[in-house]
C-alpha cells in the first residue's frame, strides 16, 4: 500500500511542476558539476600537452605519435586518420590506461572508408600531411593541430590551448587527520577539487568509482559568423555565445515545460557542430556519449565589434567562433568535416553516422494524438469525425493509458477488448495506429516481462551489482540494459504478432521517456554509478540509451514482417545514429507563442545534425492554446517534416472540430496544403536518405555566401523550392519576410505574385494567410485531391507548378514508389527530372534502372512567370502519341494553366507550349 501511495504522491509532484513549469532546481548547472569547473577553470594559451615529433609514425592513411602531459608526465596516444570525403578523424587516449576507457559503438555506418596520408614538410615544430584537397599541420609544443580545405585554414585543434585528459587513477589514500595523500602522478587540479572523487547534487550521491576522467577540447573556426548544431536546445538556431553563462549541455534528460532560450540540455543529444562563413563551412563531431558541455564564443555581434575595435588600431582580423567540449568520462575522438560548402559538411557527417531510410507514405501524412484516447469507442468516434468534418488524417495514436496499468505489450482488458478490431477499422480506411512502448519495466509477478527480464539478469545494476529500481509511470520500475544483445534480441521478439497480441502490422511504435526518465532520480533520470553490459557506467554510456532502445525497436519492427515493410518509430530520446531508426519531437512543449516560434530553430538545429524527421506538438503538450494559436500551429506544422498533433491528459480535448466553425475551417486548409505537398516532401526524404541533404534547410545551406541570411531563423527552406515563414505572434496583421538570393524570384504560392529575391518585404497577413513562396526556376509536384489519408492516393493524378526564374527556365523532381515496402531498394521505384526550357517541359527517368507501375497520370501543368502570347500545347509521348490540349493564360497573374494533358507519370513525355 506504502508503495502505491508514494508512486501517487510523486506523480502528483510531477505534474505539479509541469503546471508550473521547469524547475531548474531540478537539473545542473556547470558550477554544480564538478568535471565541468575543472575543464572551464583551464587556462587559456597555457597547454601543458606536447606532442613529441621524434615518435611520429605514419602508416599508409594513419599517423600515430605520443602527447604528454608536461605537468604529471602521463602519455597518451595520438592517432589522426584521413577519411574519404574532405574528413580527418583524430584519437587521444591514454596510452597505458589502469583500466579500458569507453569508446562509442554503434553510432558510425561500418567503418569510414580511409584515405592516403602523404607527408608534404617536416620541421622542427610541425609536420604537414595531405590527403587530396585537405591537409593537416601538427604542431608538437605546444600540441595543436591545423586543418585546411585546399590552402583555406577551417578548424583548428586545441588553438587556445583548453586541452584536458584526466587519467585513471588509483584513489589517494586518506591520512590520519582526514586528508588525502596525493597520487605521486598526480600534479593537477583535481587532488584539491572534493568533487573529482565523489560528488552530491541535492539528496543524490554520486560515487564515482574510477575518479577524475574529464576530456576536453577547444576548436577554432576560421572566418566562420556563427556556429550552429548541437542539439537538442530551446534556443535560437544561431548559437550564442556562453561567456557570461552555462555552456550549452548535451546530456539525455526528461525536462517538463522546458524554459526557452537558454542551453539546458533536454531530451537528445547530438554532438556535432556546424561552423559557417561566407566563404568556408566546416564542422567537428564529438563523438562521446557522456554528459558533455559545449562553450560557444566569437559570434557574429562580436566579430563586428572586434573589426570595429581593429580597424580603429589599424589590424585586421578575420571573424572566428570558438567551441569548447567537455565531456565527463570517454575518450577524444573526434571528426573534422572540412566542406568547404554547407552541404558538404552536412552530407559529410551523413556519411558517417548514415542518413534516414526513406519512411513510409503515411508518416509524412497528420497524425492525431493526445495523451490519452479514453477506449477503443473513442478512437472509432474520433477517427469518424475526420471523416465527417471532411479532414485528411493518417494516423491514430495511444499513449500509455491504453496499457493493463502501465505494463507495456498489454492491453486494458476492459478499455481495448479488441485491439486488432479497432487497428483494422482504421486500416479500411486507409490509416495506421501507433502506440506507446516505454522502457520502465513495472515490477509486478505477473508481469511476463519483469519476470523474464529478471529471470535472463535483463536489468540495468547499481554499483553494487544489484537490479536498479526507479520510479516512473507503473511506479516501482527497473530498466532493461539494451547495451546488451542479448537484452535487444528480447525486444525484438516481443514485436513479434504472435507475441505482442492484438498488434497487427499496421500498429507502428512510439517509443517515449527513454532518456530514460525516473521521476526519483538524479535530474530526474538514472545515477550515473549504474552499471550496464561490459561494465560500463551509466556516466560512460548515457546519451546512447535511448539510442539503443530504438534499436531493438526497430529490429522488432522489421522482424515481425521479415524486413519488408518500413516501420515508423517516434523517439525522445535520440543520439547521434538515431536518424537511421526513428523520427523526433521536440519534447513537451507549452501553448504559448514563444513554443511556436522555437519550433522552427529546434528542427532546423537538429536537421544540420543529421536528423531529418522532426516536429513539434502542434498546439503544445501542456495547457490550452486558443483559436488563434491553434491555427497558426497547424498552418506551421503543416510545413514541418513530422506533423502531429498532442496533448496533456489534463488539457481540453482539442480536436479541430471542437473549435468554432472558422477555426475548423483554417485547420482544414493547413492540412489540405500539407496533404497536397505530400510528393514533394516525399521527393525530399528519398532524396535525403541518397544525398543526406535535409528536409527542412536553413537559408545559408543554399545561399552561403549571403551574410543576411546566417542567423535567421523564423523562417526556412523546404528542400531547394519552397521558401516557409510561418507566423508565430499573436495579433500578427504582417511579418517581414525576407526572400533571399539577390538574382532569384519568388512566388506567393497562393496568389502567385512575384517577388525579387535579396530584400526584405512587409507581408500582410489575414489568420487564414500561410507565408509560403516557390522559388523561381523550380517545379513542384502536388496531388490536389485529398482524401481521408494520404495511403489512398497512390494513383491519383499529379499537378505540376512551373515557377520560371529569369532565365524563363525551371526544373524539378519527383520520386514514386509503393509507400510502403523495402522493394524501392531493388529498384521498384520511379525517379523523375521534370525541366522546363525553352517553352517545353519534359519528364525523364533520373535513374533508368528503377522501374514501378503506376496508374497515376498528370492532371494539370501550372506555369507562374510566362509570357502570353501561347495559344496551345502539344503533349507527346509512347502512350498518347502526339495530341494537342487546351490551355488557359491570366494576364492578372501572368499564369498559364495547361488542361489534362493526361499522360501516365511512368513515361516519359513532353509538352511543347505554342
Same mark, same amino acid.
Request: aromatic share 12%; hydrophobic share 35%; proline share 5%.
Given at each position: 500500500?506504502?508503495?502505491?501511495?508514494?508512486?501517487?504522491?510523486?506523480?502528483?509532484?510531477?505534474?505539479?511542476?509541469?503546471?508550473?513549469?521547469?524547475?531548474?532546481?531540478?537539473?545542473?548547472?556547470?558550477?554544480?558539476?564538478?568535471?565541468?569547473?575543472?575543464?572551464?577553470?583551464?587556462?587559456?594559451?597555457?597547454?601543458?600537452?606536447?606532442?613529441?615529433?621524434?615518435?611520429?609514425?605514419?602508416?599508409?592513411?594513419?599517423?600515430?605519435?605520443?602527447?604528454?602531459?608536461?605537468?604529471?608526465?602521463?602519455?597518451?596516444?595520438?592517432?589522426?586518420?584521413?577519411?574519404?570525403?574532405?574528413?580527418?578523424?583524430?584519437?587521444?587516449?591514454?596510452?597505458?590506461?589502469?583500466?579500458?576507457?569507453?569508446?562509442?559503438?554503434?553510432?558510425?555506418?561500418?567503418?569510414?572508408?580511409?584515405?592516403?596520408?602523404?607527408?608534404?614538410?617536416?620541421?622542427?615544430?610541425?609536420?604537414?600531411?595531405?590527403?587530396?584537397?585537405?591537409?593537416?599541420?601538427?604542431?608538437?609544443?605546444?600540441?595543436?593541430?591545423?586543418?585546411?580545405?585546399?590552402?583555406?585554414?577551417?578548424?583548428?585543434?586545441?588553438?587556445?590551448?583548453?586541452?584536458?585528459?584526466?587519467h585513471i587513477r588509483i584513489k589517494p589514500e586518506s591520512k590520519d587527520d582526514g586528508s588525502e595523500q596525493p597520487d605521486n602522478q598526480v600534479n593537477?587540479?583535481?587532488?584539491?577539487?572534493?568533487?573529482?572523487?565523489?560528488?552530491?547534487?541535492?539528496?543524490?550521491?554520486?560515487?564515482?568509482?574510477?575518479?577524475?576522467?574529464?576530456?576536453?577540447?577547444?576548436?577554432?573556426?576560421?572566418?566562420?559568423?556563427?556556429?550552429?548544431?548541437?542539439?537538442?536546445?530551446?534556443?535560437?538556431?544561431?548559437?550564442?555565445?556562453?561567456?557570461?553563462?552555462?555552456?550549452?549541455?548535451?546530456?539525455?534528460?526528461?525536462?517538463?515545460?522546458?524554459?526557452?532560450?537558454?542551453?539546458?540540455?533536454?531530451?537528445?543529444?547530438?554532438?556535432?557542430?556546424?561552423?559557417?562563413?561566407?566563404?568556408? &563551412?566546416?564542422?567537428?563531431?564529438?563523438?562521446?556519449?557522456?554528459?558533455?558541455?559545449?562553450?560557444?564564443?566569437?559570434?557574429?555581434?562580436?566579430? !563586428?565589434?572586434?573589426?570595429?575595435?581593429?580597424?580603429?588600431?589599424?589590424?585586421?582580423?578575420?571573424?572566428? !567562433?570558438?567551441?569548447?567540449?567537455?565531456?565527463?568520462?570517454?575518450?577524444?575522438? !573526434?571528426?573534422?568535416?572540412?566542406?568547404?560548402?554547407?552541404?558538404?559538411?552536412?552530407?559529410?557527417?551523413?556519411?558517417?553516422?548514415?542518413?534516414?531510410?526513406?519512411?513510409?507514405?503515411?508518416?509524412?501524412?497528420?497524425?492525431?494524438?493526445?495523451?490519452?484516447?479514453?477506449?477503443?469507442?473513442?478512437?472509432?468516434?474520433?477517427?469518424?469525425?475526420?471523416?465527417?468534418?471532411?479532414?485528411?488524417?493518417?494516423?491514430?495514436?495511444?499513449?500509455?493509458?491504453?496499457?493493463?496499468?502501465?505494463?507495456?505489450?498489454?492491453?486494458?482488458?476492459?478499455?481495448?477488448?479488441?485491439?486488432?478490431?479497432?487497428?483494422?477499422?482504421?486500416?479500411?480506411?486507409?490509416?495506421?495506429?501507433?502506440?506507446?512502448?516505454?522502457?520502465?519495466?513495472?515490477?509486478?509477478?505477473?508481469?511476463?516481462?519483469?519476470?523474464?527480464?529478471?529471470?535472463?539478469?535483463?536489468?540495468?545494476?547499481?554499483?553494487?551489482?544489484?537490479?536498479?529500481?526507479?520510479?516512473?509511470?507503473?511506479?516501482?520500475?527497473?530498466?532493461?540494459?539494451?547495451?546488451?544483445?542479448?537484452?535487444?534480441?528480447?525486444?525484438? &521478439?516481443?514485436?513479434?504478432?504472435?507475441?505482442?497480441?492484438?498488434?497487427?502490422?499496421?500498429?507502428?511504435?512510439?517509443?517515449? %521517456?527513454?532518456?530514460?526518465?525516473?521521476?526519483?532520480?538524479?535530474?530526474?533520470?538514472?545515477?550515473?554509478?549504474?552499471?550496464?553490459?561490459?561494465?560500463?557506467?551509466?556516466?560512460?554510456?548515457?546519451?546512447?540509451?535511448?539510442?539503443?532502445?530504438?534499436?531493438?525497436?526497430?529490429?522488432?519492427?522489421?522482424?515481425?514482417?521479415?524486413?519488408?515493410?518500413?516501420?515508423?518509430?517516434? &523517439?525522445?530520446?535520440?543520439?547521434?545514429?538515431?536518424?537511421?531508426?526513428?523520427?523526433?519531437?521536440?519534447?513537451?512543449?507549452?501553448?504559448?507563442?514563444?513554443?511556436?516560434?522555437?519550433?522552427?530553430?529546434?528542427?532546423?538545429?537538429?536537421?544540420?545534425?543529421?536528423?531529418?524527421?522532426?516536429?513539434?506538438?502542434?498546439?503544445?503538450?501542456?495547457?490550452?492554446?486558443?483559436?488563434?494559436?491553434?491555427?497558426?500551429?497547424?498552418?506551421?506544422?503543416?510545413?514541418?517534416?513530422?506533423?502531429?498533433?498532442?496533448?496533456?491528459?489534463?488539457?481540453?480535448?482539442?480536436?479541430?472540430?471542437?473549435?468554432?466553425?472558422?477555426?475548423?475551417?483554417?485547420?482544414?486548409?493547413?492540412?489540405?496544403?500539407?496533404?497536397?505537398?505530400?510528393?514533394?516532401?516525399?521527393?525530399?526524404?528519398?532524396?535525403?536518405?541518397?544525398?543526406?541533404?535535409?528536409?527542412?534547410?536553413?537559408?545559408?545551406?543554399?545561399?552561403?555566401?549571403?551574410?543576411?541570411?546566417?542567423?535567421?531563423?523564423?523562417?526556412?527552406?523546404?528542400?531547394?523550392?519552397?521558401?516557409?515563414?510561418?507566423?508565430?505572434?499573436?495579433?500578427?496583421?504582417?511579418?517581414?519576410?525576407?526572400?533571399?538570393?539577390?538574382?532569384?524570384?519568388?512566388?506567393?504560392?497562393?496568389?502567385?505574385?512575384?517577388?525579387?529575391?535579396?530584400?526584405?518585404?512587409?507581408?500582410?497577413?489575414?489568420?487564414?494567410?500561410?507565408?509560403?513562396?516557390?522559388?523561381?526556376?523550380?517545379?513542384?509536384?502536388?496531388?490536389?485531391?485529398?482524401?481521408?489519408?494520404?495511403?489512398?492516393?497512390?494513383?491519383?493524378?499529379?499537378?505540376?507548378?512551373?515557377?520560371?526564374?529569369?532565365?524563363?527556365?525551371?526544373?524539378?523532381?519527383?520520386? %514514386?514508389?509503393?509507400?510502403? &515496402?523495402?522493394?524501392?531498394?531493388?529498384?521498384?521505384?520511379?525517379?523523375?527530372?521534370?525541366?522546363?526550357?525553352?517553352?517545353?517541359?519534359?519528364?525523364?527517368?533520373?535513374?533508368?534502372?528503377?522501374?514501378?507501375?503506376?496508374?497515376?497520370?498528370?492532371?494539370?501543368?501550372?506555369?507562374?512567370?510566362?509570357?502570353?502570347?501561347?495559344?496551345?500545347?502539344?503533349?507527346?509521348?509512347?502512350?498518347?502519341?502526339? $495530341?494537342?490540349?487546351?490551355? $488557359?493564360?491570366?494576364?492578372?497573374?501572368?499564369?498559364?494553366?495547361?488542361?489534362?494533358?493526361? $499522360?501516365? %507519370?511512368?513515361?516519359?513525355?513532353?509538352?511543347?507550349?505554342?
Open positions: 500500500m506504502w508503495r502505491r501511495v508514494l508512486h501517487l504522491h510523486l506523480v502528483f509532484l510531477i505534474l505539479l511542476s509541469s503546471s508550473l513549469g521547469v524547475d531548474r532546481g531540478n537539473f545542473k548547472a556547470c558550477h554544480q558539476s564538478s568535471f565541468c569547473k575543472r575543464c572551464r577553470a583551464v587556462e587559456p594559451d597555457k597547454s601543458v600537452y606536447v606532442l613529441h615529433l621524434n615518435t611520429l609514425k605514419i602508416e599508409d592513411s594513419v599517423m600515430s605519435a605520443e602527447i604528454q602531459n608536461t605537468q604529471n608526465l602521463v602519455k597518451f596516444k595520438f592517432e589522426l586518420f584521413s577519411l574519404s570525403d574532405a574528413t580527418f578523424r583524430m584519437k587521444i587516449n591514454e596510452l597505458s590506461p589502469l583500466k579500458p576507457r569507453y569508446e562509442v559503438e554503434h553510432v558510425l555506418v561500418g567503418e569510414p572508408q580511409l584515405e592516403r596520408l602523404e607527408v608534404k614538410e617536416r620541421a622542427a615544430e610541425y609536420i604537414i600531411v595531405s590527403s587530396g584537397n585537405i591537409k593537416a599541420k601538427i604542431y608538437g609544443t605546444p600540441f595543436r593541430v591545423d586543418f585546411y580545405h585546399g590552402d583555406s585554414l577551417a578548424v583548428t585543434a586545441n588553438a587556445k590551448g583548453l586541452m584536458k585528459f584526466e593537477d587540479d583535481t587532488a584539491s577539487d572534493p568533487g573529482a572523487w565523489e560528488e552530491n547534487f541535492k539528496s543524490h550521491h554520486d560515487s564515482k568509482p574510477n575518479g577524475p576522467t574529464a576530456v576536453a577540447l577547444d576548436f577554432t573556426f576560421a572566418g566562420a559568423h556563427y556556429a550552429y548544431g548541437i542539439p537538442l536546445h530551446a534556443d535560437s538556431f544561431a548559437l550564442k555565445s556562453t561567456k557570461n553563462g552555462d555552456p550549452y549541455r548535451l546530456f539525455n534528460l526528461d525536462v517538463f515545460e522546458y524554459e526557452l532560450n537558454n542551453p539546458m540540455a533536454l531530451y537528445g543529444s547530438i554532438p556535432m557542430l556546424v561552423a559557417h562563413g561566407p566563404s568556408i &563551412t566546416s564542422g567537428v563531431f564529438w563523438l562521446n556519449a557522456a554528459e558533455t558541455w559545449v562553450d560557444i564564443e566569437g559570434t557574429h555581434d562580436q566579430n !563586428v565589434m572586434s573589426s570595429i575595435v581593429n580597424f580603429v588600431s589599424g589590424s585586421v582580423r578575420t571573424p572566428e !567562433v570558438n567551441a569548447h567540449f567537455m565531456s565527463e568520462s570517454g575518450i577524444i575522438d !573526434v571528426f573534422f568535416m572540412l566542406g568547404p560548402e554547407p552541404k558538404n559538411v552536412v552530407q559529410q557527417y551523413a556519411k558517417l553516422t548514415g542518413t534516414t531510410p526513406l519512411p513510409p507514405y503515411f508518416a509524412i501524412g497528420y497524425h492525431q494524438s493526445r495523451w490519452n484516447y479514453n477506449d477503443q469507442d473513442d478512437v472509432r468516434n474520433v477517427d469518424a469525425k475526420f471523416d465527417e468534418y471532411n479532414l485528411p488524417m493518417d494516423v491514430m495514436w495511444l499513449d500509455i493509458e491504453h496499457t493493463d496499468n502501465k505494463k507495456y505489450f498489454t492491453w486494458d482488458s476492459r478499455r481495448f477488448s479488441q485491439p486488432a478490431e479497432m487497428i483494422n477499422n482504421l486500416t479500411a480506411k486507409g490509416r495506421k495506429l501507433v502506440a506507446i512502448v516505454d522502457p520502465h519495466v513495472k515490477r509486478d509477478n505477473s508481469y511476463f516481462l519483469h519476470n523474464d527480464a529478471e529471470n535472463n539478469d535483463f536489468y540495468i545494476k547499481n554499483k553494487d551489482g544489484k537490479i536498479y529500481e526507479g520510479w516512473c509511470w507503473p511506479g516501482s520500475s527497473s530498466y532493461p540494459d539494451f547495451f546488451n544483445p542479448a537484452v535487444r534480441d528480447y525486444y525484438k &521478439t516481443r514485436y513479434l504478432l504472435e507475441n505482442y497480441h492484438g498488434s497487427t502490422l499496421d500498429m507502428h511504435i512510439w517509443n517515449d %521517456m527513454n532518456e530514460p526518465s525516473v521521476f526519483n532520480g538524479p535530474e530526474v533520470t538514472i545515477p550515473k554509478d549504474v552499471l550496464h553490459f561490459g561494465g560500463w557506467e551509466n556516466r560512460d554510456v548515457h546519451n546512447q540509451y535511448g539510442f539503443m532502445y530504438t534499436i531493438a525497436t526497430y529490429e522488432g519492427l522489421m522482424a515481425r514482417s521479415n524486413g519488408k515493410f518500413r516501420p515508423f518509430i517516434l &523517439t525522445r530520446a535520440f543520439f547521434a545514429g538515431s536518424q537511421r531508426y526513428t523520427a523526433m519531437w521536440t519534447g513537451d512543449n507549452t501553448a504559448d507563442w514563444g513554443h511556436l516560434k522555437i519550433s522552427i530553430p529546434m528542427c532546423l538545429s537538429v536537421s544540420v545534425a543529421g536528423y531529418p524527421f522532426c516536429g513539434a506538438d502542434v498546439g503544445g503538450f501542456f495547457n490550452n492554446p486558443n483559436s488563434e494559436l491553434i491555427t497558426r500551429w497547424y498552418q506551421a506544422g503543416a510545413f514541418q517534416p513530422f506533423f502531429r498533433s498532442h496533448s496533456h491528459i489534463d488539457t481540453k480535448r482539442r480536436e479541430p472540430w471542437l473549435f468554432d466553425d472558422a477555426t475548423l475551417h483554417h485547420i482544414r486548409e493547413a492540412l489540405n496544403k500539407r496533404y497536397a505537398l505530400l510528393p514533394y516532401i516525399y521527393t525530399l526524404f528519398f532524396e535525403h536518405e541518397i544525398s543526406g541533404l535535409p528536409v527542412m534547410w536553413p537559408l545559408w545551406l543554399e545561399f552561403p555566401s549571403e551574410t543576411a541570411v546566417f542567423a535567421v531563423d523564423d523562417e526556412y527552406l523546404l528542400g531547394d523550392s519552397l521558401l516557409v515563414h510561418p507566423v508565430t505572434s499573436p495579433g500578427a496583421t504582417e511579418v517581414t519576410v525576407y526572400h533571399p538570393g539577390v538574382s532569384e524570384i519568388w512566388y506567393d504560392v497562393d496568389t502567385y505574385q512575384k517577388f525579387e529575391g535579396g530584400k526584405h518585404t512587409k507581408i500582410p497577413v489575414t489568420i487564414d494567410k500561410i507565408p509560403v513562396y516557390q522559388r523561381g526556376g523550380k517545379i513542384i509536384p502536388k496531388k490536389e485531391r485529398i482524401r481521408r489519408a494520404s495511403t489512398l492516393t497512390l494513383n491519383d493524378p499529379f499537378t505540376l507548378y512551373v515557377a520560371l526564374n529569369q532565365n524563363k527556365t525551371a526544373s524539378g523532381r519527383l520520386y %514514386m514508389d509503393d509507400g510502403e &515496402t523495402f522493394e524501392y531498394k531493388k529498384g521498384a521505384y520511379l525517379y523523375l527530372s521534370l525541366e522546363f526550357a525553352g517553352n517545353k517541359l519534359t519528364s525523364r527517368k533520373i535513374k533508368k534502372e528503377g522501374s514501378f507501375s503506376t496508374k497515376s497520370w498528370l492532371e494539370r501543368v501550372v506555369i507562374m512567370g510566362i509570357e502570353s502570347g501561347i495559344k496551345s500545347a502539344v503533349v507527346e509521348s509512347k502512350g498518347t502519341g502526339k $495530341i494537342t490540349v487546351n490551355t $488557359i493564360y491570366d494576364n492578372n497573374s501572368n499564369v498559364l494553366v495547361v488542361r489534362k494533358p493526361s $499522360i501516365n %507519370m511512368a513515361e516519359e513525355w513532353s509538352i511543347l507550349l505554342q
